[in-house]
């Protein structure tokens, strides 16, 4: 089994920035892509990015364009949310999930396509 721990989630005022990082565990050699998704109190939960763990090939929401990046560093089974411009609508659990399938038909970001799930940290955005 995989095991997924984030870190790096906190509290900071609207425009500043946080890291959150993501360290995989376990059958991790068949990772092929690797996902962010945050949900808000009373809210669905949402796709952020998406890393492929092969190529590196990257795809993110359009909320979170050109603030967020997401990244990995494939000797240390980690994957990274550099995420800059904070506002207070990013505010959220954030999660990271994985997907060891050979293939999948679900779009980039639809939480159904990935298997193994963190447990979340939390980022808190204030105005």
């Known amino acids: 089994q995989a095991q997924l721990v984030e870190s790096g989630g906190g509290s900071v005022q609207a425009g500043g920035s946080l890291r959150l990082s993501c360290v995989a565990s376990?059958?991790?050699?068949?990772?092929?892509?690797m996902g962010w998704f945050r949900q808000a109190p009373g809210k669905k939960r949402e796709g952020v990015a998406r890393?492929?763990?092969?190529?590196?090939?990257?795809y993110y929401a359009d909320s979170v364009e050109g603030r967020f990046t997401i990244s990995q560093d494939n000797a240390k089974n980690t994957v990274y949310l550099q995420m800059n411009s904070l506002k207070p609508e990013d505010t959220g659990m954030y999660y990271c999930?994985?997907?060891?399938?050979?293939?999948?038909?679900?779009?980039?970001?639809?939480?159904?396509?990935?298997?193994?799930w963190g447990q979340g940290t939390q980022v808190t955005v204030s105005s």
């Open positions: 999930a994985a997907d060891t399938t050979p293939r999948s038909s679900y779009r980039p970001l639809n939480a159904a396509g990935y298997n193994y």
């Open positions: 890393i492929y763990t092969g190529s590196g090939g990257t």
């Open positions: 376990g059958y991790t050699y068949n990772r092929r892509r």
